[in-house]
């Protein structure tokens, strides 16, 4: 070694000894509040030093300390954890009186003798770093190390953090002003509490609760002599002496801190040679609390409730100041899942999907009356590999992870019928609904006006009776029959009444396009949300309720609640309207409907399924009073194509249909969601929904076209003749061969009765009578017909005036 090199590792005493003495000088003048009485102390001046004291704030300002909080489930379990800084604040009680010896024994055994500045620990550190020849003990004291991590904390910038950071003498100047100010108002033991809330531990663990928790799973309260020493000795390098990732110097670093312990008489021989001996920590009791909804049980459900968040101004005026909010808050944020209908809702869909899949399934389940959102599933897990996504299916696109929805088919039929019943419309409304019908060109009114498609030519999908009631064409799923029935109602109402249910285009979040083929659902794309939160106001006899996912949001430390918006719930739709609506679909789950195979338990059922054009998606929409659900099967991969040959549930599909494809799903996920739940019965309507606001129709078989159409006038009803050829039908030819609706189902007063026009191919010529032979020479017989008899046939309706009895 040269001898310069030794030289120069000689403790410099002089130099030492005259820091200490300006130190101390400084130290005065910054009690007394006066400037310098000296200049140029390493490089700074006296004005610059003038300024850093003279005008200097004497009173500490301190930010709130950033907070983790907490995501729960409808009975309080975690599901998600937000933080910038996971940090647990803690009450001195509610720390283990070793942890407090060992912090202060190695950062500051003076720290109940001295004030903010340790001239004797300065000068010790000065000596020995100066021995050293590099820095072995640092000089602040534990006051000094609260204002720097305090002024750290408060930093919103980058620049705001360097300045805090600064290894400049105006900033330490500005520290022991700060630190002096501390002293004087606030004890000893507050200053160790807030230290120790605020310092960090490493491995993402602000204050010594999370820390403790962290390494050794334990609250600070029950921290042991070797755990405390251990998390005593990080605060001086958390990095370096991290005990995962660097077990060695953790504890060569742990054992410092009890040796100073046993120095200072904390503790005895045996108990320093005990705890020596303990291993640093064990990896298996290491908890990991991560951040984030990519991290939680239910990340989908986690982001939405995120969402909502970020969209309340009661959290900031912009959305990254209320992103900070939520993260550094400390906020317990209550949620409506429910567990148990989670987990039978992400079964039924495992159970029928798989996430390799080329398409998606999806369901959420709402409950009536209070808009709560049970539980959201779908095939596809979050992540960004193979067969994972980002996108939630099951929401608008309010947020960078909503889908933005599907087109509904004819789960749209519903609000049709709502819309007809709420008009006067009997359930037993008949209209002639034929496999296919020519729309061209045909005038369909909307709220803006008339709109009309110049080449429409709608057909079925199933089979029906040629003349159906509503019930029969819900069953059944008649396009035909609900194209007509729009036609005659309007698509106003209908888009009205949906738009009363919740329902708008979840992509673009606009209202429903008002379109000829409203009522076969492809007005906009919607979402299993949006459309089991439809359904559910059904279920709560027209009270219609705004989808509610968070129910509470509390301080974690005070339990003090945040007002954030409740419940809202109100009236869209009359009780009877929306028992006629569950009455209409609760059939569709009866023998021969197309929801029947879906039927179980005792409750009663309701549902629609739905099916788009060249099946890009497949729905099931249904409930019970208690639970509403629906779910989708669709192409969610731009753009959607036809879902026949793709892969579902590790096969090629050959069919996809809303009962056979998306129905086993909700089936599942309902029956699971609603095992303990009592059973539940739909208010029966009264007979006015059911056979409608009607007037009595005419007796029209049989007679002229302008004889009928003259009648109907008469008695308020407008008239429309069939467009389509004549039909068999027994009456004469160029006569009604019936009505729509049907003489015996009446109609509503003011509504269009269409005329169809016989052929008169059915009709039977009348058949002679067959007499018995009469023995010759036997005169006639004379009958006379009794009083009052009429003379002609009272069953023709071309003899109005006919006697009938």
């Known amino acids: 070694m040269h001898r310069g090199e030794r030289r120069a590792k000689r403790p410099n005493v002089v130099w030492s000894v005259f820091v200490f003495l300006a130190v101390s000088a400084l130290a005065g003048a910054l009690t007394a509040g006066l400037a310098l009485p000296f200049a140029g102390l390493a490089g700074v001046t006296t004005s610059a030093a003038h300024d850093s004291v003279q005008y200097l704030p004497q009173d500490l300002q301190t930010a709130p300390l950033a907070q983790k909080s907490i995501i729960q489930d409808s009975d309080g379990k975690v599901i998600a954890t937000l933080y910038q800084q996971n940090r647990t604040p803690v009450t001195l009680k509610q720390i283990s009186p ?140 958390p990095t370096g002496y991290d005990p995962i990732d660097n077990p060695k110097r953790a504890k060569a670093r742990r054992d410092v801190v009890l040796r100073r312990m046993q120095e200072l008489n904390v503790i005895n021989a045996k108990q320093a040679a005990d705890a020596i001996k303990t291993p640093v920590i064990d990896p298996a009791k290491v908890r990991v609390i991560p951040s984030g909804c990519a991290n939680s049980t239910f990340p989908f459900f986690c982001e939405y409730v995120v969402s909502k968040l970020k969209a309340n101004n009661a959290f900031g005026k912009t959305p990254e100041e209320r992103e900070n909010y939520i993260e550094t808050s400390g906020l317990v944020i209550k949620t409506s899942l429910d567990r148990k209908m989670q987990a039978g809702a992400e079964a039924a869909v495992r159970s029928h999907s798989k996430p390799t899949d080329q398409v998606v399934a999806a369901i959420t389940l709402v409950e009536p009356g209070t808009g709560l959102v049970k539980a959201m599933a779908q095939s596809r897990p979050y992540g960004a590999k193979k067969g994972q996504t980002a996108y939630n299916y099951n929401v608008e696109k309010t947020y960078a992870g909503g889908f933005g929805g599907f087109q509904n088919g004819s789960t749209m039929k519903a609000f049709t019928i709502a819309a007809a019943i709420a008009k006067g419309v009997p359930t037993t409304y008949r209209i002639r609904s034929p496999q296919t019908i020519d729309l061209s060109g045909q005038n369909f009114s909307t709220c803006n006006g008339p709109v009309a498609d110049d080449s429409y030519n709608p057909k079925n999908s199933t089979k029906t009776v040629l003349d159906p009631s509503m019930v029969d064409a819900a069953r059944a799923s008649t396009n035909t029959y609900f194209l007509q ?102 059939q569709v789950m009866d023998k021969g409907g197309t929801g029947a195979k879906l039927k179980f338990g005792k409750s009663d059922l309701a549902g629609k399924t ?144 269409l005329l169809y026009i016989s052929n008169g191919s059915k009709a039977q010529p009348p058949t002679p009578p067959v007499t018995p032979p009469v023995p010759p020479g036997t005169p006639p017989p004379t009958i006379k017909p009794p009083p009052g008899w009429p003379t002609c046939p009272p069953w023709d309706p071309r003899y109005p005036k006919c006697n009938r009895r």
């Open 98 to 237: 070793v942890m407090l010896q060992a912090i202060v024994a190695i950062e500051d055994d003076r720290f109940y003798e001295h004030g903010a500045l340790d001239f004797k620990g300065t000068l010790r550190a000065l000596l020995r770093n100066q021995s050293s020849g590099g820095v072995q003990q640092g000089g602040s004291s534990i006051t000094q190390q609260y204002v720097k991590l305090s002024l750290i904390n408060k930093a919103q910038t980058p620049e705001e953090v360097k300045q805090a950071t600064a290894e400049t003498y105006e900033r330490k100047v500005a520290e022991l002003r700060y630190a002096i100010a501390v002293e004087k108002e606030v004890s000893k033991s507050e200053i160790l509490n807030r230290y120790l809330n605020l310092a960090f531990f490493g491995d993402r663990s602000y204050g010594v609760e999370a820390a403790a928790m962290h390494y050794y799973g334990v609250h600070a309260a029950k921290l042991t002599l070797p755990q405390a020493a251990m998390l005593a000795g990080l605060v001086k390098n």
């Open 485 to 586: 029935l729009s036609q005659q109602i309007g698509i106003c109402p209908i888009a009205t009444i949906a738009s009363k249910l919740g329902m708008y285009n979840a992509q673009t979040l606009k209202p429903l396009e008002q379109v000829v083929s409203f009522t076969l659902g492809s007005a906009g794309l919607v979402t299993p949300l949006m459309l089991s939160n439809a359904y559910a106001t059904f279920a709560a006899r027209g009270m219609y309720c705004t989808p509610q996912i968070i129910t509470s949001v509390a301080s974690l430390k005070t339990g003090k609640a945040i007002p954030t918006p409740g419940p809202s719930c109100h009236r869209v739709l009359s009780p009877g309207v929306a028992d006629g609506v569950n009455y209409v679909l609760q």
């Open 610 to 753: 739905g099916t788009t054009d060249e099946n890009k998606a497949v729905w099931f929409a249904g409930y019970t009073s208690r639970l509403a659900g629906a779910s989708v099967v669709a192409d969610a991969d731009p753009p959607a194509e036809n879902m026949i040959n793709q892969v579902f549930n590790g096969e090629k599909l050959k069919d996809a249909s809303g009962s056979g494809t998306a129905g086993p799903i909700w089936e599942a996920a309902m029956q699971a969601a609603l095992q303990g739940i009592p059973t539940s019965k739909f208010v029966k309507p009264d007979d006015k929904i059911i056979r409608g606001n009607v007037k009595d129709l005419p007796y029209l078989k049989g007679m002229t076209p302008a004889d009928a159409a003259a009648k109907l006038l008469s008695m308020g009803f407008k008239v429309q003749m069939s467009h389509g050829p004549q039909v068999d039908s027994d009456a004469p030819a160029g006569t009604v061969a019936w009505t729509t609706p049907r003489q015996e189902d009446g109609a509503p007063e003011g509504s269009t009765v």
